[in-house]
């Protein structure tokens, strides 16, 4: 199973460029990295997903690094309303299941 | 709408007193799973379900038992709930098994006295 292992928790202000880093070194070939966002008491929520190089939609972008090894999301100009828990995900299709490993995942708190 | 739904959104009940926690989804999902959510532990897994009549056992599947008998329903069922059981559950649904987007319901916070 690829184990993924991200900060606990970091700070930022609002207006700031936010990057989390997920590392992965175990991903398989067909893994796909996904990241969701949580907010208190609210069930996650898909953010964004990517295989290789870079993958960017209307909340933030992914960049993946050619050896897959890592990725990082990219908040950019963070509101307040961006605090929240930030989990990285691989996918893991041994034996035809997925058993998703959210982990603890980053508690992003971002100040006035 | 397309979305997961949870009943109750919050429970308080007493040690061994049987209790289900209904999962609906309308997306016409196939894959449905169940997690709890703990301070300090993230989300863990309890049992998922590929398809109708087909579950097995997530990470922390102990005290728990699930049934898959419709598409759209996965109820998640303590048959004699325990204190160490108190925490906050997710039921997610997503399209197929695999990397897809999972869609998450709004969470029921059990509290077993």
């Known amino acids: 199973l690829a184990k993924t292992t991200q900060p606990i928790s970091m700070d930022s202000y609002e207006g700031q460029e936010v990057n989390i880093t997920c590392s992965h070194n175990?991903?398989?070939?067909?893994?796909?990295i996904t990241w969701y966002q949580q907010f208190p008491s609210q069930g996650p929520r898909f953010i964004i997903q990517g295989y290789k190089t870079k993958v960017t939609n209307e909340v933030a972008s992914l960049f993946i690094p050619a050896d897959r090894k890592s990725s990082t999301l990219s908040l950019p100009r963070v509101s307040l309303s961006d605090t929240a828990v930030y989990y990285c995900?691989?996918?893991?299709?041994?034996?035809?299941?997925?058993?998703?490993?959210f982990g603890r995942g980053t508690s992003l708190i971002v100040h006035p | 709408e397309a979305q997961v739904t949870q009943n109750p959104r919050y429970l308080i009940t007493v040690t061994g007193k049987k209790l289900t926690v209904t999962c609906s989804q309308n997306m016409n999902h196939e894959y449905m799973s169940w997690y709890r959510q703990d301070p300090g532990l993230g989300l863990r897994q309890i049992y998922y379900?590929?398809?109708?009549?087909?579950?097995d056992k997530g990470d922390v599947p102990e005290g728990y038992k699930v049934s898959r008998k419709e598409k759209r329903n996965f109820p998640l069922i303590l048959e004699s709930p325990s204190p160490n059981q108190t925490s906050l559950y997710f039921c997610?649904?997503?399209?197929?098994?695999?990397?897809?987007?999972?869609?998450f319901g709004p969470g029921t916070r059990l509290t077993v006295l």
């Open positions: 379900s590929m398809n109708v009549e087909v579950t």
């Open positions: 997610a649904s997503t399209r197929l098994a695999g990397h897809n987007e999972q869609f």
């Open positions: 995900l691989v996918g893991d299709n041994e034996g035809g299941s997925y058993i998703p490993t």
């Open positions: 175990n991903i398989a070939t067909n893994d796909y």
